[in-house]
C-alpha cells in the first residue's frame, strides 16, 4: 500500500493519503516525490473506529437523538445526554472510567443546535444549563440571562470515575483525588464571562470577566458554585453571563485519555487577586497580556 501511494503521487504529482496506516490523531501521505512519507499529527482525534471495528470515520461532534438519548455523531468516548424529563444530565465515559452529572430538579427537553444541547431555564428561570460535546468529552456552562436581584449559587452533583472521589485540601478547595488518597487536580474557581467577552467577533480588549467560587457539600459529592455577587451587580457587565462549570477535561488526564489539555488546568494570573487562581481550560485562546478594563494579564 505505501509503494503503491509513491507511485501514484509520483504519477500524478500530488501527495496521496494512505488510509490504512492512519491512526485518530495522525494521517500519513506519500509525497510528490514518490520517495518519501509526511506524516500529520494532532493534539486531538480526527478520527475515531466505527462501531465495526474496521476502518474509521470522522470525528462529528454534531448532537442527535436516538433510542432514547442524546449523543455526538462520532467521537471519542461515550458521551451521553439526557432528553429530558429525569435528572441525570450526561454520563461520559473515558477509556475505563465513566463520570455521571445529575441536576437538583428533572431537566427539561433540550435545545439541539450543532455539538450544543441548551437545556433552557434548567436552575431556574432565565438560567440555562449548556452542554457541548467536543472530540473527546464535553464542557458544561451555565448561563445567566438576567441580572440577578438576589444571591445566586448553582448545586452540580458529580458521580466521579470508579477509583476517584472529591476531598478538601488544608484551604478547604475541593479536589479530586485517587484510591491512595492523593490529589490528582484541585478544582479551582471557575470563570465568568460577559456577553461581550463571550462574543466570537469583539475585540480582545472587550467585555468583562469575572469567577465563581466553588465549595464541595456536606454530601461529598455536589460542587457548589457561587458567582461573585459583585461582578454580576456591576451595570458595565452585560448580559447575558456564562459561568463554566463541568467538564471532562478533570478526570480524563488520570483515566489514560490524552487531549489537548492533557488534564491540566489553564490557570488565570492577575495583578490585584494574588492568593488565587482560577481555571480556564474552556476558553479557546491563550492570549498574553489581555486586559479587561484594567491592568489584568492573562495567562
Request: proline share 6%; charged share 25%; no cysteine.
Amino acid at each position: 500500500m505505501v509503494e503503491a501511494a509513491k507511485k501514484k503521487a509520483r504519477e500524478t504529482g500530488k501527495r496521496v493519503e494512505i488510509p490504512e496506516r492512519n491512526t485518530e490523531a495522525t494521517t500519513l501521505f506519500a509525497n510528490p516525490d514518490g520517495k518519501t512519507l509526511r506524516v500529520e499529527l494532532s493534539t486531538e482525534p480526527v478520527r475515531v473506529k466505527k462501531a465495526d471495528g474496521k476502518g474509521f470515520t470522522p470525528i462529528d461532534t454534531t448532537l442527535v437523538e436516538a433510542n432514547g438519548v442524546i449523543k455526538p455523531k462520532a467521537a471519542k468516548g461515550n458521551l451521553v445526554l439526557s432528553v429530558g424529563r429525569d435528572k441525570t444530565l450526561l454520563k461520559s465515559q473515558t477509556a475505563d472510567a465513566t463520570a455521571k452529572i445529575t441536576t437538583p430538579s428533572a431537566l427539561p427537553k433540550p435545545e439541539l443546535k450543532g455539538n450544543t444541547a441548551t437545556y433552557r431555564s434548567a436552575y431556574g428561570k432565565g438560567r440555562d444549563l449548556v452542554v457541548t460535546a467536543t472530540r473527546t468529552g464535553f464542557q458544561q456552562k451555565i448561563t445567566i440571562v438576567e441580572r440577578p436581584t438576589e444571591p445566586v449559587f448553582f448545586h452540580v452533583p458529580v458521580d466521579l470515575p470508579k477509583g476517584m472521589s472529591f476531598a478538601k485540601n488544608t484551604t478547604g478547595q475541593p479536589t479530586i483525588v485517587g484510591e491512595d488518597g492523593k490529589t490528582l487536580i484541585e478544582v479551582r474557581p471557575t470563570l465568568l464571562q460577559d456577553a461581550k467577552t463571550t462574543a466570537a467577533d469583539a475585540p480582545l480588549d472587550t467585555g468583562k470577566i469575572g469567577k465563581a467560587a466553588v465549595t464541595l457539600a456536606e454530601d461529598g459529592t455536589t460542587l457548589v458554585f457561587t458567582p461573585d455577587a459583585a461582578f454580576l451587580a456591576d451595570p458595565a457587565t452585560t448580559y447575558p453571563v456564562t459561568m463554566t462549570a463541568a467538564a471532562s477535561d478533570w478526570y480524563e488526564g488520570h483515566t489514560g485519555q490524552t487531549n489537548r489539555d492533557g488534564g491540566a488546568m489553564d490557570a488565570y494570573i492577575n495583578d490585584y487577586d494574588l492568593t488565587d487562581s482560577w481555571d480556564t481550560f474552556a476558553d479557546p485562546e491563550i492570549v498574553v497580556g489581555k486586559s479587561y478594563a484594567s491592568s489584568i494579564a492573562k495567562r
